[in-house]
Structures are given as C-alpha cells and as structure tokens.
C-alpha cells in the first residue's frame, strides 16, 4: 500500500511541475550585422527553468541570456538563432527561432615598398554642404594608438544623383564636373573635410555592384598618384 502510495505521490509532483508550460521567448538587438559585431540575444521567456540557445555555428549554449560573435570572413547571409525552453521536470519545452541579416565586413588594404596596412571599416555616407550634390562614400581608419598614430581617409565620389549604377567607373583626378560611370577616389592623413585637392588621388578603374540590394564598390591595385602605393578595398555600404 505504500509503494502504491508514494508511485501516486510521484506522480502528481511530476504532473504538477509539468502543468506550467515553458513559453520560450527572446529579443536581438538588431535586425541587420556587420560579419564581425556581436548579436546579443535577450531571454523574454515568461515561464522556463532552463534555457538551450542553438547557435548559427550549431554550439549550444545553457546560459539565460547569450552572445554571439559573427565570424569576420562571413559573406552576405541570414544567420538563425534558436531558443528552448523548458519546464522545472523537463517535461514541458517550447521553442523559437529568429533570423538577422549579415552583410560581409568592408576593408581595404594599402600596399607599398615599406609597409602593407589592412583595415576593417564601416563607411558611411557623408552629406557635406560643399557637396551636398555628390554621392560620397568616406571610410576611416586609426592606424596606431596615441599621438603616433595616424588616421587615413579613403573618399569615393560619384556624379551628382542618388545611388550610382552597376557598372565599372574610371577614376578622375578631381571631384568637379564627374560624368557617368566616372568616379573620384582620394587618400590621405588630413580631416576627410578637406578639399580633394588637398590629398593624392587614386588614378585606375573602380566596379560597383549591388548585393541583397546594398553599395558594393571594390577595386584591386590601383595607384596612389602621390608615391608608389597601391590600394585595393572593398567597400559594402550598410
């Protein structure tokens, strides 16, 4: 009689923890990454004792709230991150899945006979008012710490308009009066406010194209007018 009582006992405990369903919820605190940033995942479950998130790597991970690091080389894609929850006995689980876009980390890449300089940016579009007609695309990059340091400037200029189409541009040696499917791509240490003149320009052909509807400008060794440097970048616009 009382190993049939302690099995009801049982019983009712396990269906008593099982009665709270686990509802699994979670938030990004984006919708759209650069490959390289961090995607931080917040647990919203209203109910669960225990948490496994399945990241895009296929790692699992038990913690409440989770992190995860979008790899440098990742190309244009949709990653998913997924979420279970579950009740106190296990026996109660409930599951949910997101998915953000990741578009590939610009760079660019200054070759010379001394040195060879890598950097990994996010450009952005400049609306100054002395050029407010240009489609402008500027990158930066600090290159050393502290009063050594130094920042270079990587400026594309395209014809006055919206977005410039697909095709291939051949580069002035001036900003003014730029005709279709050319383009004005300028390096130097000054504030990227200064007047194009003011630095070396870049003399060559540059492409531009449109991946998952976004600015992808890239060329390989062009030369710096300036010195004996070449530059190869490629350029996506968030």
Not at 169 to 177: A, E, G, I, K, R
Not at 178 to 196: K, Q, R
Request: charged share 15%.
């Amino acid at each position: 009689m009382k190993s049939a009582s302690l099995i009801i006992f049982t019983f009712l405990l396990l269906l008593s923890a099982c009665e709270k369903k686990a509802d699994a919820d979670f938030s990004t605190d984006k919708t759209e990454y650069v490959a390289g940033e961090t995607v931080k995942l917040t647990n919203t479950s209203k109910s669960g004792s225990s948490f496994v998130w399945i990241m895009p790597n296929g790692e699992d991970e038990t913690t409440k709230n989770a992190e995860y690091i979008i790899p440098l080389n990742q190309g244009f894609d949709e990653i998913s991150f997924n979420l279970t929850a579950k009740s106190k006995a296990h026996c109660k689980r409930d599951s949910k899945t997101i998915s953000v876009n990741v578009i590939p980390s610009s760079w660019w890449t200054i070759s010379s006979t001394s040195s060879t300089i890598s950097a990994t940016y996010i450009p952005y579009q400049v609306n100054d008012v002395n050029y407010s007609t240009f489609y402008r695309v500027d990158c930066t990059y600090k290159y050393g710490i502290g009063a050594g340091g130094s920042t270079y400037y990587l400026n594309v200029w395209f014809p006055p308009g919206g977005l410039p189409p697909t095709g291939t541009y051949t580069l002035q040696t001036s900003s003014t009066s730029l005709s279709p499917y050319t383009a004005f791509v300028n390096l130097g240490g000054g504030a990227n406010e200064l007047p194009p003149n003011t630095t070396n320009y870049i003399s060559g052909v540059i492409q531009v194209e449109y991946i998952n509807s976004k600015l992808h400008i890239y060329f390989t060794d062009i030369t710096d007018s300036g010195v004996s440097t070449k530059l190869s970048a490629s350029i996506y616009k968030p």
